[in-house]
């Protein structure tokens, strides 16, 4: 069970997202003096209502979700004001901005496939989107000569190479795609190509592609070489193997994935 609501958290909700105590609940549908009651309490019981609260404080697309279905609720000033703050917690992350395009090409693939409701493609959200962001930056370094962000490949306990896409990953399922992002049209082939590999394997491919990377690039889980990995290093260690493979357009992308993932499955089922 998560942390009990407090009257701090209905303080934050109502500056993070630039809304006023009444306006806030008329968008919920309650009476306008309840959140007003909220912050006047020591202890706020668990009931639905500060569920809800609480989900709102820590998914800013579930808000936005609300902002929008409830506009005609408050005021037009109220809206935009509301609207601009919760889009502004969406930019000026590259990565997250990365995760939110990656998101937004897995659901075209699950559309195109009747999929969306696949519990299977769900349950392996993170793994996937954690695996193409990866192999994005990589394949970035070695095409377009540039990483598409700063954040570096640190895989924890879990092994997931990217701890604010792993905390965030609740809310960025819910972002919004900008129209003023950051992403360069080639940015976006290059990512929207490696998820059109990786989205059709399951998780037993992607754990096993994910960790032959974390081995090649930091060493055996026992004995780790390296706990954080640059840029600069990942150039190093794919440059020679991408001369070998041919590697040099974003349509070699699928090719090399491709021979990826099958030289892995071969090496695993020989053990």
């Known amino acids: 069970m998560g942390k009990p609501l407090t009257k701090e958290d209905v303080l934050e909700i109502l500056d993070r997202y630039r809304i006023g105590k009444k306006p806030l609940a008329k968008l919920l549908g309650w009476g306008v003096t309840t959140v007003m009651q909220y912050l006047n309490c020591e202890n706020i019981p668990n009931n639905e209502y500060s569920k809800k609260l609480k989900r709102i404080l820590d998914d800013p697309g579930y808000y936005r979700e609300i902002l929008i279905s409830g506009r005609n609720n408050i005021t037009a ?8 703050a919760v889009d502004n917690m ?13 998101c937004a090409c897995m659901d075209e693939k699950l559309a195109e496939a009747g999929r969306q409701e696949s519990g299977e493609a769900h349950a392996v959200g993170l793994l996937r989107l954690e695996s193409v962001l990866l192999w994005s930056q990589i394949f970035a370094i070695r095409l377009l000569g540039k990483p598409l962000f700063e954040d ?21 399922v819910n972002m919004p795609l900008m129209s003023d992002d950051l992403l ?51 150039r190093k260690a794919y440059a020679e193997v991408f001369d070998q493979a041919g590697v040099r357009k974003l349509k070699d992308i699928g ?6 993932i099958a030289f892995i499955k071969k090496s695993t089922a020989t053990k």
């Open 77 to 84: 000033v109220a809206f935009n004001k509301s609207l601009a």
């Open 152 to 172: 570096e490949f640190q895989p924890g306990k879990t092994g997931m190479p990217y701890k604010a896409v792993e905390d965030d990953y609740a809310r960025i």
């Open 90 to 102: 969406f930019k000026g992350s590259p990565i997250l901005e990365c995760a939110a395009w990656a």
């Open 255 to 260: 090719t090399y994935l491709q021979k990826r």
């Open 184 to 234: 360069t049209p080639e940015k976006k082939e290059l990512i929207a190509k490696v998820n059109d590999v990786l989205m059709w394997y399951g998780p037993t491919a992607l754990s096993a592609l994910m960790k032959a990377e974390n081995y090649r690039l930091c060493g055996a889980p026992g004995a780790r070489k390296r706990r954080i990995v640059k840029a600069e290093t990942l």
